[in-house]
DNA sequence: ATACGCGTAAACACGC
DNA sequence: TGCGTGTTTACGCGTA
């Protein structure tokens, strides 16, 4: 078996995936490269920019005042624009991130091999760079996944990797390129590189470096042009300085709290409602629902080192034990799931009765049930021989998945009750708990109990429409609910209640079903059971279109 | 040291 | 016969 080998070939790929399923929207410089003209000529302001006359030197004095006058307002513009985008992100940085850490990672955003062709005008001409700097902030807010300070600083361009900005300050810093040496390096050039120009949007041959100087002095001078180039250039690297300085201010924050201090203030975003977010009945001091994206691209380290060994890939989960609300994890992290080879840290069990929860009418084939797994899960579209055998051995074992003889076939169920019992409820809010969460010191296990956490810090999940998946929402919600460690919601006696409720019914057969082995023997191989456990199980499928309607059917 | 949960592998049976 | 499905057992590992 290869459980993690893997990983980082993956994440590769995933991150590409990223790239190419959200193009554009991630890059901060596409706004600002769509102030320019076609022929690579800002308009800033609305106001074109007339190609100046050459060597005007003249009138350099007052280009230079108006030069240094633009950049004022710049800054000016940009500290206002930074307000602006920290108070968007505080609004809307949900639903942003319910698109998971890949649709926007940020190193997407931040690969600067991308700026030659923005440069060029490939940006969407006529967007007003307001508003893609308007969409930029969303989604540098939302994107601002840590998996960008541990997944993407190789592609983070190296003049900016080193940047520390002090928490959120927007400082307006220089562009390095631009506070170097100009053209005093012997040899060498930052804006020249590979034997051409790399002025924005330039890529002039120059055989060597002479010819480069020459070639930057005269079509590159200071002019309204050059001026205007250098704006962008300027906004590019600001807004690529405003995501690092909120992603770091992110990673403090996620490691103040996993450190279990006290936790800094967190002035981008996290618009977890207070009263869901500080209040859960374990006790415990849930994470952001905002930092769940970034911890999962965490886990590559911990779990290429830990679970190598002839004990496999899941060893060391966080189980359901104090991890059952998948829901809320895999709301959150499903495009990450969805394309990185990534282990879930679920049990098999948590898995299962996650498919078959997420279905409007609980129940699920075997086949149904492995392609959740393969279409959630891009780890489990290998090994499936493996992975397989044990979902059907979980379907097996454990006595919470119930096997209901339906007209299409067999399908199986999730006696909630039954799953209920197998989860200690000391664990949710115990000291333990917290203790082994602190505990954890390598990579995986600190991911493992911070998903731990995450995954029972629900609630803010619930208060965003857009964290939730469409078609998971439904069950999603009571899922979380009870799985935040509060108690089950009693059963009705009889089930016989509520028709049309599917879920009760279906839980408090599924106990007859499994606690009792004469009956279930019965039920088992000769077909329909005696007491069909919900009118859906044993009616025509048209009955299910019902039941999906119904909204928090499930232990409410 | 022990029990337990979990994942994995494997054997076996059954039906199509 | 081959395959999918379902059951069961055994083993190793980690944790309580």
Same mark, same amino acid.
């Given at each position: 078996?290869?459980?993690?080998?893997?990983?980082?070939?993956?994440r590769?790929?995933?991150a590409?995936?990223?790239?190419?399923?959200?193009?554009g929207?991630?890059?901060p410089?596409?706004?600002?490269?769509?102030?320019w003209?076609?022929?690579?000529?800002?308009?800033?302001?609305g106001?074109?920019?007339?190609?100046?006359?050459?060597?005007?030197?003249?009138?350099?004095?007052?280009k230079?005042?108006a030069f240094?006058?633009?950049?004022l307002q710049?800054?000016?513009l940009?500290?206002?624009?930074?307000l602006?985008?920290q108070?968007?992100g505080?609004?809307?940085?949900?639903?942003s991130?319910?698109?998971?850490p890949?649709?926007?990672?940020?190193?997407?955003?931040?690969?600067?091999?991308?700026?030659p062709?923005?440069?060029?005008?490939?940006?969407?001409?006529?967007?007003p760079?307001?508003?893609?700097?308007?969409?930029?902030?969303?989604?540098?807010?939302?994107?601002?996944? /840590?998996?960008?300070?541990?997944?993407?600083p +190789?592609?983070?361009s @190296?003049? #900016? %990797?080193?940047?520390t =900005?002090?928490? &959120?300050?927007?400082?307006?810093?220089?562009?390095?390129?631009?506070?170097?040496?100009?053209?005093?390096?012997p040899?060498s050039?930052?804006?020249?590189?590979?034997?051409?120009?790399?002025?924005?949007?330039?890529?002039?041959?120059?055989?060597?470096?002479?010819q480069?100087i020459?070639?930057?002095?005269?079509?590159?001078?200071?002019?309204?042009?050059?001026?205007?180039?250098?704006r962008?250039?300027?906004q590019?690297?600001?807004?690529?300085?405003?995501?690092?300085?909120?992603?770091?201010?992110?990673?403090?924050?996620?490691?103040?709290?996993?450190?279990?201090r006290?936790s800094?203030?967190?002035?981008?975003?996290?618009?977890?409602?207070?009263s869901?977010?500080?209040?859960f009945?374990?006790?415990?001091?849930?994470?952001? /629902?905002?930092?769940?994206?970034p911890?999962? +691209?965490?886990?590559? @380290?911990g #779990? %290429?080192?830990?679970? =190598?060994?002839s &004990?496999?890939?899941?060893?060391?989960?966080s189980?359901?034990?104090?991890?059952?609300?998948?829901?809320?994890e895999?709301?959150?992290?499903?495009?990450?799931?969805?394309?990185?080879?990534?282990?879930?840290?679920?049990?098999?069990?948590?898995?299962?009765?996650?498919?078959?929860?997420?279905?409007p009418?609980?129940?699920?084939?075997?086949?149904?049930?492995?392609?959740?797994?393969?279409?959630?899960?891009?780890?489990?579209?290998?090994?499936?021989?493996?992975?397989?055998?044990?979902?059907?051995?979980?379907?097996?074992?454990?006595?919470?998945?119930?096997?209901?003889?339906n007209?299409k076939?067999?399908?199986?169920?999730?006696?909630?009750?039954?799953?209920?019992k197998?989860?200690?409820?000391?664990?949710?809010?115990?000291? /333990?708990?917290?203790?082994?969460?602190?505990?954890?010191?390598?990579?995986?296990? #600190?991911?493992?109990?911070?998903q731990?956490?995450?995954?029972?810090?629900?609630?803010?999940?619930?208060?965003?429409?857009?964290?939730?998946?469409?078609?998971?929402?439904?069950?999603?919600?009571p899922?979380?609910?009870?799985?935040?460690?509060?108690p089950?919601?009693?059963?009705?006696?009889?089930?016989?209640?509520?028709?049309?409720?599917l879920?009760?019914?279906?839980?408090s057969?599924?106990?007859?079903?499994?606690?009792e082995?004469?009956e279930?023997?019965?039920?088992?191989?000769?077909?329909?059971?005696?007491?069909?456990?919900?009118?859906?199980?044993?009616?025509?499928?048209?009955?299910r279109?019902?039941?999906?309607?119904?909204?928090?059917?499930?232990?409410?």
């Open positions: 078996m290869q459980p993690y080998g893997s990983w980082a070939g993956s590769e790929a995933a590409a995936d990223a790239t190419t399923t959200a193009p929207a991630d890059r410089w596409e706004g600002v490269a769509a102030a003209g076609p022929e690579g000529v800002p308009e800033a302001d106001t074109p920019l007339c190609p100046p006359p050459r060597a005007p030197h003249q009138a350099l004095g007052n230079q005042l240094q006058q633009q950049l710049m800054q000016q940009q500290q206002q624009h930074l602006s985008l108070r968007q505080l609004v809307s940085l949900q639903p991130q319910a698109s998971g890949l649709q926007t990672l940020p190193q997407a955003a931040v690969c600067p091999t991308d700026l062709q923005l440069w060029k005008g490939e940006g969407a001409p006529g967007q760079a307001e508003d893609s700097v308007k969409q930029e902030g969303l989604d540098l807010s939302g994107s601002a996944t /840590t998996a960008t300070s541990f997944a993407a +190789p592609k983070v @190296p003049s #900016l %990797s080193h940047h =900005l002090p928490n &959120g300050q927007p400082t307006v810093l220089t562009p390095r390129r631009d506070s170097s040496s100009h053209e005093e390096t040899g050039h930052p804006l020249y590189g590979h034997g051409e120009c790399k002025w924005p949007g330039c890529e002039t041959l120059c055989e060597d470096l002479g480069f020459k070639h930057l002095n005269t079509e590159h001078a200071l002019d309204d042009r050059s001026t205007a180039q250098c962008v250039q300027m590019v690297v600001q807004q690529l300085e405003i995501q690092l300085a909120k992603e770091s201010e992110r990673l403090q924050a996620m490691m103040a709290h996993l450190h279990m006290p800094e203030p967190k002035p981008f975003s996290q618009p977890v409602p207070v869901a977010a500080d209040s009945p374990d006790g415990l001091v849930h994470p952001p /629902t905002s930092a769940a994206a911890v999962t +691209p965490l886990r590559p @380290p #779990l %290429s080192s830990a679970p =190598l060994h &004990g496999g890939p899941a060893r060391r989960r189980s359901d034990k104090f991890c059952s609300p998948i829901s809320s895999l709301a959150q992290n499903h495009e990450f799931y969805k394309n990185a080879d990534v282990r879930p840290p679920f049990t098999y069990a948590s898995l299962i009765r996650q498919a078959i929860l997420e279905t009418d609980r129940q699920l084939t075997l086949n149904e049930i492995y392609n959740w797994f393969t279409r959630m899960f891009a780890y489990f579209r290998r090994n499936t021989a493996t992975w397989k055998n044990a979902v059907r051995h979980n379907l097996s074992l454990h006595k919470c998945f119930v096997r209901v003889e007209v076939g067999a399908v199986w169920t999730v006696d909630e009750r039954e799953y209920q197998r989860r200690p409820p000391k664990m949710t809010g115990s000291p /333990t708990l917290v203790k082994s969460m602190i505990s954890g010191l390598s990579y995986g296990a #600190l991911n493992a109990s911070y731990a956490a995450l995954a029972e810090s629900s609630f803010p999940l619930l208060n965003s429409p857009g964290m939730l998946n469409p078609g998971s929402a439904s069950s999603l919600l899922l979380s609910h009870d799985e935040v460690g509060a089950v919601e009693p059963l009705p006696s009889n089930g016989s209640s509520s028709p049309p409720r879920s009760p019914p279906q839980y057969h599924q106990v007859q079903v499994k606690e082995p004469a279930a023997e019965e039920d088992r191989r000769p077909g329909p059971p005696l007491g069909p456990p919900n009118p859906s199980t044993a009616g025509p499928p048209e009955d279109d019902l039941e999906e309607e119904l909204p928090g059917e499930e232990l409410s």
